[in-house]
């Protein structure tokens, strides 16, 4: 089951959102284009009311954020898939860094796991899950592969300009970012290690 998540990035969500279920996270709310069948959070942001959405309401006062709460509640479902929308957290940059950590630790779960912004999708891998990656893409797309939690190696890149063999990537460093794509799927091998690949086009995405 495909759970969407969304996150309260302080501005309209602009993609199509595309899953099973869909779990408002708090503010989230106030931008989402649809339904929920769910809503998560302590309300410190929500203002559009909830008219009888099923809730799982937290105390301000807690020891995780209510995104990461929300993939809790998504496993606890029998998701097997979330799809985060708002991942970027509007000015807050240390909830954008927070709503990554939860991407990973959906995948840590075992839940597959990415995120759909306006101008890129992000994809949360780990080796012991996730070997071999291949993804679709326009010639010309930016993709940059960042290592999360600890060091990453990569090899056997196919369809990217800058080839990827052997490659150690550090959270010391960047290597990884920005890369282009030469064809139309491009792919890799994830040897050890969790990164985040981002996906960019430059432009508004359409789903």
Sequence with gaps: MKVAIILNSGKPISRKIDADKVICVDGGLNLCPVCPDFFVGDCDSVTTPRNGIPCELHDVHKDFTDGELAVRK???????????????????????????????????LGMKSSAKEELFDITALCADKDAKFVADA???????????????VITDSEGLEYPLQNLRLTCRDSRGISNTTTAKKFSFTLVSG??????????PLKD
């Excluded at 797309?141 to 999360?148: E, L």
């Excluded at 969790?194 to 432009?203: D, E, L, S, Y």
């Design 74 to 108: 998504a496993a606890e479902t029998g998701a097997d898939e979330l799809v985060f929308y708002g991942i970027t957290g509007g000015d807050r940059y240390d909830h954008t860094l927070g709503n990554l950590a939860s991407m990973a630790f959906a995948r840590s």
């Design 138 to 152: 326009e010639i010309g797309c930016t993709v940059s592969i960042i290592p999360h939690g600890g060091d990453a």
């Design 194 to 203: 969790n990164v985040f690949v981002f996906v960019t086009t430059g432009k």
